[in-house]
Nanobody, 122 residues
Framework: QVQLVESGGGLVQPGGSLRLSCAAS????????MGWYRQAPGKQRELVAA?????????NYTDSVKGRFTISRDNAKNTVYLQMNSLKPEDSGVYYC??????????????WGQGTQVTVSS
């Protein structure tokens, strides 16, 4: 079993910054990819940013956050970060971390964290 623990959400004014962290632990052989999704009230969950955890570290961002958000990783800690700058009210929502993990005793599986609330408001 694998657990994802997110932290770093909160209330911030428009134009401000937040940094989210997501640490994976448990039965991990290798993590192929980790990413951040968000869900606003009444809307579907959407991809914000994702990153390959293997060599190369390929990244993918949704268009609305390009140039403002940066995803990064610490492979030694099985942790991914999301630096969010120039935040806008439309960035508000619950941010979920996910991880595509190969474990010793289970086949490759995608795990999700519990989510952390981000609210951008004056």
């Amino acid at each position: 079993q694998v657990q994802l623990v997110e932290s770093g959400g909160g209330l911030v004014q428009p134009g401000g910054s937040l940094r989210l962290s997501c640490a994976a632990s448990g039965d991990i052989v290798i993590i192929a990819e980790m990413g951040w999704y968000r869900q606003a009230p009444g809307k579907q969950r959407e991809l914000v940013a994702a990153m390959r955890m293997t060599a190369g570290g390929y990244t993918n961002y949704t268009d609305s956050v390009k140039g403002r958000f940066t995803i990064s990783r610490d492979n030694a800690k099985n942790t991914v970060y999301l630096q969010m700058n120039s935040l806008k009210p439309e960035d508000s929502g619950v941010y979920y971390c996910n991880a595509d993990v190969l474990s010793r005793f289970t086949q490759r599986k995608v795990y999700w964290g519990q989510g952390t609330q981000v609210t951008v408001s004056s």
